[in-house]
């Protein structure tokens, strides 16, 4: 009896329109960011942010961006990883270049912003190409960025290959000096991350449940009829691809500041993306909360898996041999989950959650 | 309804698709405020008619005047901010979303606020929520539609994807609707919800409705104004009784059973 819908009767539209129907979930949700800021910054080791929790974060908010696109509004990029890279590259040369009041999340909002009008630029074609033809103007996307900063060094400050991202770039505000903490710590890079997913994903969440997410969902599954009942579908898509590239843009740029510590190009290539893409359909095309559940599979279980095979036959066969296994077997999971359930681990999750609503008494 | 002045003229209409000539020199008036019934065969040019109506199709010749403007070469955008709206042969409902999301769509062209209030869910975005779901619940209670808020619309049977169809081009508040077959595949009590739909509609907001229907007992019942569509060209004009007894209809479409 614990989780129910009964004794929440709806009694004004706002309370209809609630993030978190079922108190319950509002409650396991608060529970579980409480535990995310407070507790976990103090029990977590460097290994564990810096390895597990930082890159999720990051590659996280890049799969929510593309989903917002693809999952959301049907239109298919294979640029995310380029995307990323812009964002890398011009929040770098807003924290060098500007005077000392710059911020990094600031720098963040800037160079997302930025991206997102490139976004846009690549999206163009999307006004009269669908589906996959649609690839190939966001696959140019993806080799226009590596190749723009190939060539143009200025924006990697003239470093060889990478660059080391400076530690007084984390500061905020002056909260490191005045309070003498390390702002470029693991657990302070951590504690950014949260905090700009936390804020992202949240606003993703209002807009999907409003008038632009209705339109975005509308443009997806029938343009002709967005637009006899008035829908802009041109500025729709246009405005998809502009917040679809902000997201990955400041994903971008966690990846290479809070994650890698260093910015270089090579972190951007096309793999990345099919990487990101992978994250967005098993998590669930189409959920804000899928992009996140996408990116712990795929990001954990490769490791879990070359861990467990190490430990199984650790000695009786070759460490390469067993490292090839457990990605087979990983691939075969993976086809049967979304063979089972296409709609990826968000509409799996939704049906258990409906089976425990009626528990013990389906009808 | 009492007919008024002419609020849709279609002036000859002219409409080709590579060696098909869909429609051919149509033209007719809708009265304000009537309830006009297009009929004719299949592949007659009916939903084709409709298509250069609402501005999906634009015609090699002719005019469209919708309340006195020209509105044969506007996007179907711009033609539904003049207050038309329309139901689909196929249904048109967006297959991905909820029965409320869907009708909420409906609403899009009373949207003022933008993507960065609605984002932060801040004052002007969340009052617009607030007086759309009201909207949207008046026509959800006018179509019998409660119980089925939060159903995926790809779950619903045909009858009531149509209704829900309706729906969402109810709540734009239309001045003219165009609902191309909405009976079609409809058992005989849908049918009758569907046709007393359309005539409450009529009656208590004084919507011009253009409805495509193939069913005569229901087309002689509601409409106040026939127009007989076959292989493009127009054949029969008027109202249902003139309509009956025009010879060339007769022979067209009448005297084939189906
Ligand atoms: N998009 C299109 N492309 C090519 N031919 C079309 C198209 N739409 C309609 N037609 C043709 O126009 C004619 C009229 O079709 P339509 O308007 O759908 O008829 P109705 O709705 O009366 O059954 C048919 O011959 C059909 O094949
Ligand atoms: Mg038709």
Sequence with gaps: MIYRETGTFITSYLEDRKLFPIPFDKWAMAVFMLFMIFVVPFIASDYWLAAHLIPILAYGTAALGLNLLTGMTGQLSLGTAGFMCFGAFFTFNIMLRSPEWMNLPLAMVLAGSVTGVIGIIFGLPSIRIKGFYLLVSTLAAQYFALWFFRSYPYFLNYATATVTLPDHHFDLFGIGETFDVDMASFEAKYLM???????????????????????????????????????????????????????????????????????????????????????AIIGG?????????????????????????????????????VDNVAKITYGILIIALLIREPGGLAALWATAKQKLRTWPFPH | MAAGNPILQIDNITLVFGGVTALNGISFDVAEGEICAVIGPNGAGKSSMLNVINGVYVPQEGRVVFKGQDCTRMRPRQIAQLGMARTFQNIGLFQGMTVLENILTGRCMKIRSTWLEQGLNIGRARREEVENRRAVEEVIEFLHLQGIRKTPVGKLPYGLQKRVELARALVAEPTMLLQDEPMTGMNLEEKKDMSCFAL???????????????????????????????????????????????????????????
């Design chain 1, 285 to 321: 095309l189409g959920s804000i909360a899928g992009s996140f559940y996408g990116t712990v599979l795929v990001y954990e279980f490769p490791i879990l898996f070359s861990w467990a095979g190490d430990y199984l036959f650790k000695g009786a066969f070759d460490t390469a041999v």
């Design chain 1, 193 to 279: 991350s949260l905090g700009i997913v936390t804020a992202l994903a949240l606003f993703a969440k209002n807009l999907m449940r409003s008038a632009t997410g209705r339109n975005f969902m509308a443009v997806r599954d029938m343009d002709i009829a967005a637009s006899v009942i008035g829908i802009p579908v041109i500025r729709t898509k246009m405005l998809a691809f502009f917040v679809s590239c902000f997201y990955c843009g400041v994903g971008g740029a966690l990846f290479c500041y809070a994650y890698l510590q260093v910015l270089g190009i090579r972190t951007f290539e096309m793999n990345r993306s099919f990487e990101i893409l992978f994250m």
């Design chain 2, 200 to 258: 409450e509609i009529n009656r208590e907001y004084g919507t011009t409705i253009v409805l495509i229907e193939h069913d005569m007992s229901v087309v002689m019942d509601i409409s106040d104004h026939v127009v007989v569509l076959d292989y493009g060209a127009k054949i029969g004009d008027g109202t249902p009784d003139e309509v009956k007894n025009n010879q060339d209809v007769i022979d067209a479409y009448l005297g084939v059973t189906h």
